[in-house]
């Protein structure tokens, strides 16, 4: 069975940094394409960037050139360096990796970006 999961996220001053992880293990666990997801309250979780099976990126222009979406050699770990954090960047971030042709969602990791 695949499993995603997401991991890295946790408290943050603002102009601080985290960087996320997200693992995919099971039978089958390389990741071709993968988006981070954002959820904040009172809005839908949106796309915040995506990188795609020939490791082409994609950024919405809020985090663009403070957010940096990379994998692992292995391509089995999807990577989110979050840079110059500001208090909007707060929320719950998923993970969403497309694993043998399905989609996978991890559980979701707390950003919290607060002075």
């Known amino acids: 069975q695949v499993q995603v999961v997401e991991s890295g996220g946790g408290l943050a001053q603002p102009g601080g940094s985290l960087r996320l992880s997200c693992a995919a293990s099971g039978r089958t666990s390389e990741i071709a394409g993968a988006g981070w997801y954002r959820r904040t309250p009172g809005k839908e979780r949106e796309l915040v960037a995506a990188?795609?099976?020939?490791?082409?990126?994609y950024y919405v222009p809020s985090v663009k050139d403070r957010f940096t979406i990379s994998r692992d050699s292995a391509r089995t770990t999807v990577y989110l360096q979050m840079n110059n954090l500001k208090p909007r960047d707060s929320g719950v971030y998923y993970c969403n990796a497309d694993i043998g042709g399905r989609d996978y969602w991890g559980q979701g990791t707390y950003v919290t970006v607060d002075s």
């Open positions: 990188i795609t099976a020939r490791d082409e990126d």
